[in-house]
Structures are given as structure tokens and as C-alpha cells.
């Protein structure tokens, strides 16, 4: 194509311009699955009944009694994991985004893990302690951060495939 035509080339930049974006979106889902998949990697685990039982300061009539409060058929008790579980993404045309909803199953505890270690927790329970070392505080900001160069890579591989094309 010569650049003399100009009305051929705005045609073609605005055909680039709209594959682009339909790209980008997948390119974005890309993107939001590899932070997740690190996110929940680096997520704290959730104690189990038992784990927590153990470090409790309650006694065994007060366990028993707290039991008794929950109906069998109740489906939200804590489970080990349920944080991992619960770390989400979606990805639009213009952006991805990695979270935790607030109404799912690890919503608070999401939150106080993440934005509130030595306020409302300073331990790492022994499930978190068995995933390493990078299971702790900030684990979703800490998953962008380490995936930046793999981030940096399919964005560019992704943008030099669609201009290429003809």
C-alpha cells in the first residue's frame, strides 16, 4: 500500500483499529487468567475446623454448643480453601479485572487478608505456611507484579499478530 492514497489508508487503520479491539479482548482474557491462576497460587488457605479449634481459646462445651447453633443443612460453613475458590476474573474489550466478590464465599475474610495484615492478623496459619513463601498479604497486587514481563509479552505478541494481518 503507498502512502499517497490517504483515504486507503484511513480505511485500512480503521479496519486495524476495530480487529484490534475484538483481539484485545481475548488478549485481556489471557491476561486475567494468568494473574488469577497466580493469585491463587499466592492466596492464604483457610483454616480447616480443626486447625482452628486447635489454636481457639474456647473450651470444648463452648465448640459443642456452637455446633449445635448451625443447622445441618446449612451450606456456609468455612471450608479449607474457600479463598482460592472464591478469586474471580472477567475480561471486556478495554480491560481485565482479578477480585474476590463480596458476597462470595471468602468476601470478608478476602478483604482482611489482603489489606490488613499486623491490624487484624499478623500469623500465617499452617495451611499458608505448606503453599511457601509467597502465600501471604496482597496476593492478587503481588501476582500483577510478577507476571508483568508474561503480561508485557502476550500484550505485544498479540498486537504484532493482528498488525500483520492483511
Do not use: C
Request: net charge positive; no cysteine; aromatic share 8%.
Amino acid at each position: 500500500m503507498s502512502m499517497d492514497n490517504s483515504a486507503e489508508m484511513k480505511e485500512w487503520l480503521k479496519k486495524k483499529q476495530y480487529n484490534l479491539t475484538k483481539g484485545m479482548e481475548r488478549t485481556y482474557y489471557r491476561i486475567g487468567a494468568l494473574v488469577k491462576d497466580t493469585a491463587v497460587k499466592y492466596a492464604p488457605k483457610s483454616p480447616t475446623n480443626k486447625e482452628r479449634r486447635a489454636r481457639s481459646n474456647a473450651t470444648a462445651a463452648q465448640w459443642k454448643a456452637a455446633r449445635k447453633r448451625r443447622s445441618p443443612r446449612s451450606t456456609s460453613r468455612e471450608m479449607p480453601g474457600g479463598l482460592m475458590r472464591s478469586i474471580s476474573f472477567r475480561a471486556t474489550p478495554d480491560f481485565a479485572e482479578v477480585f474476590v466478590a463480596a458476597n462470595s464465599e471468602a468476601g470478608k475474610y478476602a478483604f482482611t487478608i489482603h489489606e490488613l495484615k499486623g491490624k487484624a492478623w499478623s500469623k500465617r496459619g499452617p495451611g499458608t505456611v505448606a503453599k511457601g513463601s509467597k502465600a501471604d498479604d496482597k496476593f492478587i497486587t503481588r501476582a500483577i507484579e510478577d507476571r508483568k514481563p508474561d503480561i508485557a509479552k502476550i500484550t505485544k505478541a498479540a498486537i504484532s499478530a493482528e498488525l500483520q494481518k492483511d
